[in-house]
């Protein structure tokens, strides 16, 4: 393995700091509380409460499967890609059903811009860990 960039510690700690924030949210929605309900409108709780379970499953795979893979790229492991493109694939199944439910039209543009960007963020660390492995920064 070759020695990996500054910008290899950067981006990779960054990451792990965006996908922790996921997993807070995610455990946050998942047990319901306070502070969640505190952070969205009656008609936005009615909706979350309304989340299949595979949904919140696909959630909870895309959150921790992002963290692991993050975790996968400083310690130097090639399966953070199988990680990132699980992740990856999660957010697609999450989103499968938040488009069939029509759930946007509860958001505002901050939630729209959000979920707009959190699968960018899951196909940018999918390239970059595959470009990881190319360069031999990961194996």
């Known amino acids: 393995m070759s020695k990996p960039t500054i910008s290899f510690w950067i981006i990779s700690v960054i990451a792990l700091v965006w996908n922790l924030m996921g997993v807070s949210q995610y455990i946050q929605q998942a047990y319901n509380t306070d502070s969640f309900r505190a952070m969205y409108t009656a008609a936005q709780l009615q909706m979350m409460d309304a989340t299949p379970a595979w949904s919140t499953a696909a959630f909870a795979i895309a ?7 993050c975790v996968s790229l400083l310690l130097r492991k090639k399966w953070a890609y199988m990680l990132f493109l699980i992740s990856f694939l999660a957010i697609i199944v999450q989103n499968i059903d938040a488009f069939t439910r029509n759930t946007f039209s509860n958001y505002g543009t901050p939630e729209m811009i959000i979920t707009a960007i959190i699968p960018i963020i899951a196909l940018f ?12 920064w990961i194996g």
């Open 63 to 69: 959150v921790f499967a992002a963290t692991f893979g």
């Open 125 to 136: 660390l999918l390239w970059y860990s595959k470009k990881a492995i190319k360069r031999h």
